[in-house]
């Protein structure tokens, strides 16, 4: 999600005009933006999902890596260590790309697609994917004033067990507070055929620590009575020219 920081803060000035990093995280919405070319930035998150009948999920973590090979297009690849059923997994390995198509014009929204596939790779039964899966979905953005900002995702996916698709939405509103602090709260959920509706509710805030580096905190609830209870996480963002 972005966040509109004011960068007027001398220890925030580089020598060439960047704006300061901008995450997919913690939110589920995706920004709209890309990591500049020439970049590596990875953001890393911490976290655990009560599930239910004293049964939790962890991340520990889930790394999200990005490098820009145009000032409009990144490539992608996801990494996942997690815990589920009382089991240590690494998940498949997530690969794609984004790609920013339009610029906000008056109340038409920026418009980015992201598209990863999902590897087959080993793993615990839980993390076994025989196919290659893919996943999109379209990002957009509204701006609202200067501090203020709607963002909003459409997508599918595929899991590694059927070729039944799941149908994603989010919609997140995020503030900047100051030139270090921002905010955002966030509703969104996973639709898929025949089966109840996944609707949860979360809320977070970032701290920019340098134009590069970020930290956040969110935490979030389940609307749904098969969604997950409530969880907790903590992420660590950082970005560098290579």
Do not use: C
């Amino acid at each position: 999600m972005p966040y509109f920081f004011l960068n007027t803060n001398p220890l925030l000035l580089q020598p060439q005009i960047l704006n300061p990093i901008q995450l997919d995280r913690p939110d589920q919405t995706e920004t709209v933006y890309t990591v500049p070319e020439k970049y590596l930035q990875f953001e890393s998150r911490f976290r655990i999902e009560h599930i239910g009948k004293k049964e939790n999920a962890y991340e520990f973590p889930s790394v999200l890596w990005k490098y820009g090979i145009t000032d409009k297009t990144e490539l992608r690849m996801t990494t996942d260590l997690a815990r589920e059923n009382r089991v240590t997994i690494v998940r498949p390995l997530s690969l794609g790309f984004k790609t920013s198509f339009t610029e906000e014009k008056g109340i038409l929204p920026k418009i980015s697609l992201i598209s990863h596939f999902i590897l087959n790779t080993k793993g615990g039964e839980y993390a076994k994917s025989n196919t290659i899966i893919p996943r999109f979905r379209f990002t957009f953005q509204n701006s609202i004033s200067e501090n203020n900002s709607l963002g909003y995702n459409i997508g599918m996916e595929w899991n590694t067990e059927n070729n039944i698709p799941t149908y994603i939405y989010t919609l997140a509103y995020g503030r900047t507070i100051s030139r270090r602090f921002g905010a955002y709260i966030e509703t969104y959920g996973f639709y898929t055929q025949d089966a109840r509706a996944d609707s949860r509710i979360d809320g977070g805030v970032t701290y920019l620590i340098t134009p590069d580096f970020m930290i956040d905190f969110a935490s979030g609830a389940g609307l749904s009575d098969i969604a997950p209870k409530y969880f907790f996480a903590l992420g660590i963002s950082y970005r560098t020219r290579l």
